[in-house]
């Protein structure tokens, strides 16, 4: 197990068959030194740093009915919302002051959020905030939606695969979604220049360890910019309420396959792993990520955003909880980057 770990670390790949051993047998001491590696890297190319982008749910109406997700459109028991132009804007502003240089606009699939808007949207914030990164994670669009996008101002977009099996996937979506038209939506993206995210929930309902190894393999494929690995939490409105929760163990080891194998990757410490387990955050840098996401969104609509049960969004989670954001991450020797941090080769 050992010499697997030395070798991923040197070589930042490794055989399907031996990416299975790892996954299988990892024991507690091997995830302790593939933990440390992974940070080691980190710390080689960030130093100390970690790097914050302003998160801002700007609706919850999905035209989807993903069967994880707690704002699916089957859902009667959510209070709908979308954030109109002008609060979106004074998010932004708010999240300038405060020093962030790169913002995520993140919602559902939502019919009237239509290309046209977001379009005009981006503009408005490119042409107030010439020097910010713009983030999207709006979900499946056009090529040409894409395009129009980025041209706007937008640099880079989040749309994780979830699984890069067939048959795993068809089990987690409905029948109108297709992991074909996912990936195709991820090749776009990567075309036309956007820095681009993918990634998967740990642990979801009928993941195996094979579909793992698809995902890695995959992942090294399309050599993303961003890779985003959470565990998987159920929402009490969904067809998996009932599932149990991906392990952090499980989610460490992942994330530390993949800054070994992606050394310069933006990996986030998701909200999912803090949602896990109050140190999951400081866990998940430690496990190698060198990004976090506090919320930027208004507090009143926060609980609305809710993927899963018991999201995280308040305290270290939320933006004016930076100075308590800041503590922790003293508490383990990092620090809070507040540059555009962008994805350098
Ligand atoms: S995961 Fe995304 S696309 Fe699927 S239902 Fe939830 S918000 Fe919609």
Not at 106 to 118: K, L, W
Not at 280 to 294: C, Q
Not at 302 to 317: F, I, T, V
Request: charged content about 25%; overall charge negative.
């Amino acid at each position: 197990m050992r010499s697997l770990i030395e070798r991923l670390h040197r070589e930042h790949t490794l055989s399907p068959d031996e990416l299975r051993t790892l996954l299988v047998g990892c024991d507690a001491e091997h995830l302790a030194l593939i933990n440390q590696k992974a940070r080691e890297v980190a710390y080689s190319h960030f130093g100390n740093r970690i790097f914050i982008r302003g998160l801002i749910e700007i609706g919850n109406c999905c035209r989807n009915d993903c069967f994880y997700c707690g704002i699916r459109r089957s859902n009667r028991n959510v209070e709908r919302y979308r954030l109109d132009k002008e609060t979106i804007l004074s998010c932004c502003a708010q999240g300038y002051e405060l020093g962030f240089r790169t913002i995520v606009l993140q919602g559902g699939e939502d019919n009237y959020m239509t290309d046209e808007r977001v379009v005009d949207l981006v503009s408005s914030i490119r042409k107030a905030y010439p020097d910010i990164a713009i983030t999207l994670s709006l979900g499946e669009k056009s090529t040409e939606a894409y395009q129009a996008f980025y041209q706007a101002g937008a640099n880079r977009y989040l749309l994780r695969h979830e699984t890069h099996n067939e048959a795993h996937y068809q089990s987690l979506h409905p029948e109108s979604m297709s992991l074909q038209n996912r990936l195709r939506c991820l090749y776009d993206l990567k075309k036309i220049g956007y820095q681009t995210g993918t990634g998967i929930m740990v642990g979801s309902p009928g993941q195996t360890i094979e579909h793992l190894v698809e995902d890695i393999l995959f992942i090294e494929t399309l050599q993303p910019e961003m890779i985003g690995i959470g565990p998987f939490l159920p929402h009490h409105d969904t067809p998996f309420a009932s599932e149990p929760s991906g392990k952090m163990e499980q989610t460490l080891l992942l994330l530390s396959i993949f800054r070994l194998m992606h050394p310069k990757a933006l990996i986030p410490s998701t909200t999912a792993l803090a949602t896990l387990a109050p140190d999951g955050r400081e866990r998940g840098i430690l496990a190698g990520a060198n990004v976090v996401m506090p919320n930027l969104s208004p507090v009143w609509q926060r609980s609305k955003y809710a993927l899963y049960d018991n999201k995280a969004s308040m305290g270290a989670e939320a933006a004016e909880g930076l100075r308590l954001l800041e503590e922790k991450l003293d508490a383990i020797g990092y620090v809070i980057d507040k540059s555009r941090g962008d994805y350098e080769n």
